[in-house]
């Protein structure tokens, strides 16, 4: 099982970052610790709680949607659901997480 970030990606990160790509901090900083990646449910992290990364809601989940085919091409899965509650009638938010598989 893939639970960390190969010294390869980690630099690609950094260089897409630092040529001013927006989406590589939400990978270098919420999704992964150092190389390690924070896996699972339980590190799920929701749309609101991303927008302090990337600002504007419209950049946010375009963001997570380059983070997410990126991920696709290195063998991750960068996913999102929406935790809706039975007879609730206004949708939830939307929560991404790494999971590998």
């Known amino acids: 099982m893939i639970e960390f970030l190969s010294p390869r990606e980690v630099e690609e990160l950094k260089t897409l970052q630092e040529a001013g790509e927006s989406w590589p901090r939400l990978m270098l900083e919420v999704f992964s610790e150092a190389a390690r990646l924070r896996l699972g449910w339980d590190e799920a992290r929701g749309e609101s709680a991303l927008l302090g990364i990337v600002a504007e809601h419209g950049a946010l989940r375009a963001a997570l949607?380059?983070?997410?085919r990126w991920c696709t091409e290195h063998g991750l899965h960068l996913l999102?659901?929406?935790?809706?509650?039975?007879?609730?009638?206004?949708a939830a938010e939307r929560r991404w997480f790494m999971a590998v598989g």
Request: aromatic share 6%; no cysteine.
């Open 65 to 68: 949607e380059r983070a997410a």
């Open 80 to 90: 999102s659901f929406e935790e809706i509650e039975p007879g609730e009638d206004a």
